[in-house]
């Protein structure tokens, strides 16, 4: 069974960073892509970075240029490390991850997901 443990959020001022990041476990194939959604009661759920199993990323416009998603060799922990962070990037982050070469086209079609860790940004 697939298990995702999400760390590394908190509060911080507009322009400061935090770097999450995602314990990841129990993958049965090895083909796999992972990434991370955001939610907020307001705005609904966004998905903000993907990797893909080819190691190609993609990053939502709102956080291009300033969040950057990784993962460790072994595969088994994803980052996020996001910088110059806004006020409107305050949210709930879930890590996320679903079997196959390339990522889900929708949210909605990831099945694995974490408990989520809070960012809150302040002015």
């Known amino acids: 069974q697939v298990r995702l443990v999400e760390s590394g959020g908190g509060s911080v001022q507009s322009g400061g960073s935090l770097r999450l990041s995602c314990a990841a476990s129990?993958?049965?194939?090895?083909?796999?892509?992972m990434g991370w959604i955001r939610q907020t009661p307001g705005k609904g759920r966004e998905e903000v970075a993907t990797?893909?199993?080819?190691?190609?990323?993609a990053y939502a416009d709102s956080v291009k240029g300033r969040f950057t998603i990784s993962q460790d060799n072994a595969r088994k922990t994803l980052y996020l490390q996001m910088n110059d962070l806004k006020p409107e990037d305050t949210a709930m982050y879930y890590c996320?991850?679903?079997?196959?070469?390339?990522?889900?086209?929708?949210?909605?079609?990831?099945?694995?997901w974490g408990q989520g860790t809070q960012v809150t940004v302040s002015e």
């Open positions: 996320t991850a679903e079997y196959g070469t390339w990522c889900p086209k929708w949210v909605d079609e990831y099945d694995y």
């Open positions: 129990g993958f049965a194939h090895e083909k796999y892509c």
């Open positions: 990797l893909a199993d080819d190691g190609s990323k």
